[in-house]
């Protein structure tokens, strides 16, 4: 028999990916809680175990520069429902929502015929079915959500129903998903599912068999560690149902973390400054891994900038999918990335903490008392309080720029700090040279901090006038 010769057999193999991906792929978003940018075996953690994101590390594109679009989880899941930073429309800071009028991924693949599923941590508002930012309201066909983080065995609102299940946390989320999927494979219907999984966030509580994978160590790393391998063997079912599927071939998998780790956990940052809550690189950079056998069928490996607001553009152009009157985003497509032909980022980011605090979501109290409303032992709750932009009473001015910002162009970062003597001071920082953030060098290089600096000015500006309300 003759053989093809091996480039041949390339050239074909290339060819088939690429019909296979002019198809509509379908598109699942996993997103950890509080997950370390060193939180993971393929960038060298000596202690955790995590195989199957090794894997994927390994056979896909793996992502060394991806951030976070804000340091801590509510503001972060609003990127990348919007493409936007979460600042533009007041999701300030944990527990904050999305506005109504933000136009949504789930939205807008809705448009191009996808089914759209939500499992797992929701924190963009209220998990009741008429709550005008609830997952259904925000545009998923169907969601088993929970207003905020969870432990093991938890409640949860099943399009506005509380449900209860039995089992490791990240594998209950991940076989909620996995229901929905194999509906969508049976109609041939393509799908966004949005996994975000309630771990590691505290209190940090793994199930005995993945706490004995950890016995040489004390309990609070038998119990981080546990829930990392148990989202890593969430992750390994879901890869293994998809390829049972025949699906996984045609699906694009994105995996990430939605800010650092908690500072006092034991979770690591892999040497970079800081941790969650802060702009430093500890606080946002976050390990990132896109699986997509049809569109790279090669692994690869980029330390070109990107960050979860870039998902939404991303996904839009994938699905063709144009959106009129689309306000401002942030983000921009990766489809060039993702080709191999985005050799740097054409587009600076803009990170912002703006000091307005957070709000408390305690998901298993609020699903406790929507499950005693259901079964008639209880009063009527209330939507989650947001007031539509219409309707706004305050106007934030085009000086309120409170709180540490940053600007991301290419090799360099800014950072506008405040300061009680002086307001605010500069630092900047080349972080191919500099990781770490150690060694500030704005005085040895006047021309481009005044650039960066004017840059994100602007920026800043920007974002302020989205928050008053001039983007809709």
């Known amino acids: 028999m003759r053989r093809l010769p091996l480039l041949s057999v390339l050239f074909l193999l290339a060819i088939t990916s690429r019909v296979i991906a002019a198809e509509k792929p379908n598109f699942i978003l996993c997103m950890t809680d509080d997950q370390g940018w060193g939180d993971v075996g393929y960038y060298g953690h000596e202690e955790l175990k995590t195989p199957v994101l090794d894997e994927m590390a390994a056979v896909g594109l793996r992502f060394d520069r991806f951030y976070a679009a804000h340091p801590v989880c509510s503001p972060t899941r609003g990127s990348v429902m919007t493409g936007r930073n979460p600042n533009r429309f007041a999701c300030f800071s944990w527990g904050h929502t999305l506005r109504p009028e933000e136009i949504t991924i789930a939205e807008t693949l809705k448009r191009a015929g996808y089914a759209t599923g939500h499992f797992g941590k929701w924190h963009l508002g209220s998990v009741r079915a008429e709550d005008p930012v609830s997952p259904g309201h925000s545009g998923f066909d169907q969601w088993v959500s929970s207003p905020n983080f969870y432990e093991n065995s938890p409640l949860f609102s099943k399009n506005g129903h509380v449900i209860e299940t039995e089992g490791e946390s990240s594998e209950v989320t991940v076989e909620a998903a996995l229901e929905f999927i194999r509906q969508q494979k049976e109609s041939d219907t393509p799908f966004l599912a949005v996994i975000w ?7 940090h509580e793994a199930v ?24 890593d063997q969430a992750m390994g079912l879901l890869r293994t149902q998809l390829r049972e599927m025949e699906l996984a071939e045609n699906t694009l998998l994105w995996f990430t973390s939605d800010n650092g780790p908690q500072g ?66 942030d983000g921009l497509s990766l489809v060039s990335l993702l080709d191999g032909q985005m050799e740097s980022r054409p587009k600076p980011m803009g990170f912002w903490r703006h000091p307005t605090g957070g709000m408390p979501v305690r998901s298993r109290e609020i699903l406790l008392a929507m499950q005693m409303e259901q079964a008639g032992d209880g009063p009527a709750g209330e939507p989650h309080p947001r007031t539509p932009v219409s309707r706004m009473e305050e106007e934030h001015s085009p000086d309120d720029l409170q709180g540490h910002a940053a600007w991301l162009d290419g090799d360099w970062k800014l950072h506008r700090i405040p300061d ?53």
């Open 208 to 231: 005995d068999e993945l706490q004995d994978l950890y016995s040489d160590y004390g309990k609070a790393k038998q119990n981080y560690y546990g829930e990392l391998t148990g989202i």
């Open 420 to 472: 009680r003597k002086n307001g605010f001071r500069y630092e900047l920082y080349n972080l191919v040279e500099d990781a770490a953030e150690k060694t500030d060098v704005s005085d040895q290089e006047p021309e481009r901090l005044a650039r960066m600096k004017q840059a994100l000015a602007e920026w800043q500006a920007s974002v302020i006038a989205s928050l008053n309300g001039e983007d809709y």
């Open 264 to 329: 006092r956990s034991p979770g690591s940052s892999g040497g970079l400054r800081d941790a969650k809550g802060s702009l430093w690189e500890g606080g946002i950079r976050v390990p990132t891994i896109i699986e997509w056998p049809a569109r790279i069928p090669q692994p690869r490996i980029t330390d070109v900038p990107a960050n979860t607001s870039d998902i939404y553009p991303t996904l839009l152009e994938i699905a063709g999918v144009t959106i009129e009157n689309q306000p401002p985003l």
């Open 197 to 203: 999984f309630g771990n590691p966030h505290t209190p």
